[in-house]
């Protein structure tokens, strides 16, 4: 009879109540539903990091555990956006024409409502038609579904042919590079059909709730995301405790000896990279409502290398490293690009953190991989081992 | 052991928390805030920093002169960093953190897209200072930059009449700007008796470098004896490459004149421009212009900024917006959106090449179109220079489109249908 | 009317008499004054005419100088000049007649006229007739030039009488060339015609296209029965050659059928008939389909009152009872048939010429991405290590190219230096991101990859510091401006063969410092096996070093060659970074020659997914990396996969 996980992990514990905690004080504090004391801006920031800490997860399982260095969650990520978004611009702007329809002579047909959608979402990307994939645009839990169906599906293909011939290491980061690349450049079209450059837009509005104010939907996507990150965590903490864990950290050690003992090697790296793509599709369902646009810059291989770099900073194979890493780091570089920074006047030259911060991102990164190869949670680890003794 | 150690992670962890929500939220009453959301880092920097800078010289300069209802100005400089949700995030923050009175920013239409929703939430108040593709006036932005009819309109007409060009080759990147534009400049030339066939468009990524097959195309269009011209919306350093290989092929402006929308003196600053002598660009400023506060403004500019430094159409558009602005409040007594919303329209101030723009109640500006052949210095030759032309929100070349109108004075849409005679929406389509 | 003319001139001659002294050419520009201060292209032609036509002497000269824009105006008159700069730096005014000093002037009284290209052409073309046997060169090629742009019927005459006397073969060739093709636009004898039009097959030049094309434009009829005296082109069948609805409504315009009331005329006239709730007996409310709506409009057409439908048979109908045709706007057969069978033939030359060009077009992005891409290739090869700040040592290169030209302003020589000298900057920061990061992550190429990551984008941010975000000018020396262009087809700018030529230099050089050498000897055994080579006396450190800065320099070499034809920005390595990795993991791993193959792939298939997909370049790069994706499935290893132990991950 085992010990259930959150008794067995006690970081699972500490970190479950440590969220709840965070989040009961934040909604307790904000606009919409409290004392006001937190803005309606910083909750959408605080909702999104959370978001980001749950792909962070993703991350960390993925290359943490399992050792597949990905550089294409955030394609799973921005795709998950993708769908949601359709849906939410598709049912405002119907919304909105079906309220300007209505004042007309005759009744609209389902056609000129159509159309009207059509010239509305496409309008500013010189088009009227809308093209077939948004055939389930309508309906909310179609979209949903795709939500997890067409990222994890995309990994499963691209997965499956990737594992099978045997790409590994380095290899295997440049192919889903490549991959995140060609759809960000897909996407980047205009005939893709989801608007190109511009993206989808205006999503923080939702449809059919347009009285309700943006300080408590940034609420309720604030507690939605903190859920997610809540599972999400549980989740990954399940998986990475039982033997499915002992095996994906046996094939990130040494993979070979892991086949030749007659492990289906593939099978579990397809598991935990499908499983993975989906956490990630469903972190960025939750994030692109609360940043209101999703484009293909978003999908760009570069934020991948980001994800990557938050874990690795955070700790990788440690679910809390990547949490902390994730957070911190993009907390950080909001503060920096803020503004708000103070600049450093070294006489001759200001150090302008607008500036300098990436640089500072870049050479911080050098010297955690140098010397604090499992990153902030490894400190902490040390912490926690010295106490313990 | 174990409690110590999990009270001393919540205790770091609530710390944190508290450090990172309190630090903002603090206004002083004496300032008027400004502002400046300009991308300064990523592919957008190249053209926005000039704008930040601008910004803060006109900022200096209207504190020198006492600022405006007798408080100063204060610019809150922010970073989104060309990355488009950044955009609604900072707008956001600026608004209901920093409590800004004004913006003036954004440059690519999607960023002004990303901001839109949340500006007509709560009510803030933008300057927008780029040429853009029109079909759109929210309430809450005023563009000061050219609508379609101010820049491209006037360019492909000086394409068919002075240069007689019958053959159009439309070469964008692919984003929105340029798909708007070319929708548009399509369907002006088919109603001027321009075939479907005499029209090549082409998008290329941006940043796109490898032009030799695409400028090899744009020669091979003059094999049926037409002459060809060259639209170019072609967006930031993808022009460099692009005006390179077309030297290279020594294609000459007398042979297939090429006018650039996005080309100004700044994009030309980063290129040996003696190959490129004769081609064109359309803007409503150039600094060639001749006309006294032109020459004050560059004087200033270049003490600001530095000597080497050029100025541009987007330069011009938030100094005659800023101006503007200033004088509103001024009229309101009081930097309440709405009020000064109001004292807009109709706000007249001197642009600088001469002529006077006006606030229009569509929240466009009246200027002057002009055309400039490029010279070997990165100058401009100002060859075409028409009175004010009146910003049209609404082009009146697309069907659908035609019919509307924006006036956000008498009839307080920017969406208004002229047949059915009523407003059709009043919130923006992002 | 004429006679108003008469009075206007003559009062204007009253008015004016202080010009009566005036010279006639002075006096005929001024009548045109306003003309001439703002000229534009279709108002213009009259006054160039009459200039032409007056034969005043001084008119070619005064053309030239306004083309030029050196003609000036005296704001306080309105009057004409041509100035010079006298010594003494003020500004001396001249005569634009007689070519006499008319006195000084001051910069600001006077204005300089600017007149566009369209004018400028126009008067190009004006000025032929004087030029085309002018005694100099240059100007007889000037005006052949503006012959070429712009031709009209009035220059064939001009032309022809100008070849005989002409003693320079070039200009000779061309101005014969030019007859032929003014002939087929302008000739009045059919035989004539046709044999200029036939001298051009297999021609790829534009111009001859240009000439011949025109003779087949066409125009779409409808005919009851065609009739025998028209050139025809070609018969139409509906739904096949042209649309349906096109058809039907040519059939409309011609008035045989009636006007297809269109869905938005219909909704209106529904509108319009609006009763009591109800249109046609069907109540408001029940009109949101188009079922209902048509049953509506029947009901109306029915009461006679809107047009009835036109039903699709009676569209059927129509269209059957009538022929289609494409008709040739020129009227004699033999001359399209002529126009016809060269122009199929300049199109199958057009086609294999193109063929070549695409050929060409291949190879320099080939050699591009080879140039990115080999020092990768030799670092990726010999330490398993991926570095992320390639694309940066390149942008180092770039900006040393910049830094070059600002401190060295003779184009020639800065390059000259600036080629070793990237070489020697990037080999620098090489060994030093091998000393300091790469070497303390051995054996973990995904730490190295990131830490390299890290690098990278602290090194773009300096850049952007240092040189600011705007794009820096790297100009090539005049020698490699311009193109090698074989006709109007084929032809290739000469910094890109510069940089074809480059690649071909580092792969000899590589092959030879690999194959060749002791240092090379040496690479060869660490990439093959680290450990035997350092028992073997090598070591492997130094070997790694000086590997991974000769990749960096390589790399800082591309920076220059690749500045020189794009731009030099803090992105401009980023940009290469992605496709660098697949030509490195498509050529396979290691091998110079699996690079080549590499880069030779990549580079060629991206040209011809371009050729067949023109009007989208993203999408030829989307096609691009998954047909890269696909290929790894079969040859995982690459193009040329290394054998042995080597080969282990």
Known sequence: MRKPLLL???????????????TLIVTVLSEGFGLGLVSTSMIKILGKTLCLCLIAIAMDLVWGYCGILSLGHFAFFGLGGYMIGMWLMYERTKDIVLGSLAGGALPATPQEIEDAIGTQIFGVVGGSEIPAIWYFADSLAAQLALVVLVPGLLALVFGWLAFRSRVTGVYLSILTQAMTLALSLYLFQNDSGLRGNNGLSGLQNLPGLTDVP??????WFFLASALALGAGYLIAAYVVSGKFGNVIRAIRDDEARIRFMGYPVEAYKLVVFTL???????????????AGIVNPAEIAPIASIYLAVWVAIGGRGRLYGAVIGAALVSLLSSWFTGGQAPSIPLGIYTIDWVDWWQVLLGLGFVLVTLYAPNGIGGLVDRLVRKDAS | MKTTKTLRIAAAAALMTTTLLTHSAYAEDD???????????GTMAISETT???????????QNAKGGVLGKKLEAVVVDPASDWPLFAEKARELMTVQNVDVMFGCWTSVSRKSVLPVIEELNGLLFYPVQYEGEESSKNVFYTGAAPNQQAIPATDYFLEELGVEKFALLGTDYVYPRTTNKILEQYLKDKGIAAEDIFVNYTPFGHSDWSKIVADVVALGADGKKVGVISTINGDANIGFYK?????????????VVAFSVGEEELSGLDTTNLVGHLAAWNYF????????AEFIEQWKAFAGEERVTNDPMEAHYVGFNMWVNAVEAAGTTDVDAVRTAMYGQKFPNLTGSEAEMLPNHHLTKPVLIGEIQSDGQFDIVSQTEPVPGDAWTDFLPESKVLEADWKELGCGMYNTETKTCVQLGSNY | MLRTVYLILALSLLLVPARAQDSDLNALIETHRSDIEKPSRRTIGPVLDELVASGLPGVAVFLEHWREKKLWQRKSDGRFFFIEERDDGSIGLVDVDSGAEMGAAAKDG??????????????????????????????????????????????????????????????RARKERLQRSLTIQFGSDPATRVAAIESFAGDAGVDARAAINPLLATRVEVFDVIPDDLNIARVLEPGDDIAAEAAYQLLVEAGKARPIVALDARKQALIANLDDGAVGGVPVAELDTQAARDRAYQALAGAGAVPPLVTEAEQRAALEGHVFAEVYLEPDATLTAAARATLSDISSTVGFYRFIDLVLDGLSLASIYFLAAIGLAITFGVMGVINMAHGEFIMIGAYTGYVVQQVIPDYTTSILVALPLAFAVAFMAGVALERLVIRHLAHRPLETLLATFGISIALQQIAKNIFGTQARPLTAPSWLDGAWVINDVVSISHIRIAIFVLALIFLGLLLFILNRTRLGLEVRAVTQNPRMASSMGINPDRINMLTFGLGSGIAGIAGVAIGLFAKVTSELGSGYIVQSFMTVVVGGVGNIWGTLAGAGMIGSLQKLIEFFNPSNTLAAQTYMIIFIIIFIQFRPKGIIALKGRAAGD
């Open chain 2, 51 to 61: 704008l930040k800078d601008t910004m803060l010289m006109l900022i200096e300069q």
């Open chain 1, 8 to 22: 067995r992990e006690p970081s699972v514990m500490i970190f479950i109540s440590l969220l709840a905690a965070f």
């Open chain 2, 31 to 41: 300032t008027i805030k400004i502002g400046v959301l300009h991308s300064l880092s």
């Open chain 1, 276 to 290: 993975t793509a989906v956490i990630a599709a469903i972190a960025g369902a939750l994030y692109y409502p609360q």
């Open chain 1, 214 to 219: 943006q300080s408590i939907v940034s609420v």
């Open chain 2, 287 to 294: 600094q060639s212009a001749e006309s006294p506060a032109n």
């Open chain 2, 245 to 257: 290989e077309l030297a290279a092929a020594g294609i000459s402006a007398d042979d297939i004149p």
């Open chain 3, 110 to 171: 006077i204005t300089n006229l600017k007149p566009n290209s369209g004018v400028r052409s126009m008067i190009a073309s004006a000025l032929v007739q004087f030029q085309l046997s002018d005694p100099d060169p240059q100007r007889r090629a000037q005006a052949l030039t503006a012959l070429e742009r712009d031709p009209d019927a009035s220059h064939l005459g001009v032309l022809r009488a100008a070849i005989d006397n002409e003693t320079d073969p070039g200009l």
